[in-house]
Nanobody, 124 residues
Framework: QLQASGGGLVQAGGSLRLSCVASGRTFSRSTMGWIRQAPGKEREFVAAISRGGGNTCYADSVKGRFTISRDNAKNTVYLQMDSLKPEDTALYYC???????????????????WGQGTQVTVSS
């Protein structure tokens, strides 16, 4: 089970840090990703991080502004979001995909295990 938190209302240019806690014993053996869905739009891949944290990937729309990280001891993955824009407004979900070694998955279609989302709203 995946539970995201940390969303809220922020002005453009501001920052938020999302967290997602996973229950169970598979966290450290999974690539973790963040997905978002804006009102009236399809879900969009945002970022992913490999099991050990050594590999990351980002959507072009967030590259240079968002940073994904993880703490396997706490079964938690984070998304630091800086320089937020109104177009970042969306419901943000974390997702997990069992993986091996340093494999990383950077596509929406790679993930089928969703958690509950957290709302991020960026005002202009």
């Amino acid at each position: 089970q995946l539970q995201a938190s940390g969303g809220g209302l922020v002005q453009a240019g501001g920052s938020l840090r999302l967290s997602c806690v996973a229950s169970g014993r598979t966290f450290s053996r999974s690539t973790m990703g963040w997905i978002r869905q804006a009102p009236g739009k399809e879900r969009e891949f945002v970022a992913a991080i490999s099991r050990g944290g050594g590999n990351t990937c980002y959507a072009d729309s967030v590259k240079g502004r968002f940073t994904i990280s993880r703490d396997n001891a706490k079964n938690t993955v984070y998304l630091q979001m800086d320089s937020l824009k109104p177009e970042d407004t969306a419901l943000y979900y974390c997702a997990a995909k069992p993986s091996i070694n340093t494999a990383i998955y950077c596509s929406l279609s790679d993930y089928g295990n969703w958690g509950q989302g957290t709302q991020v709203t960026v005002s202009s």
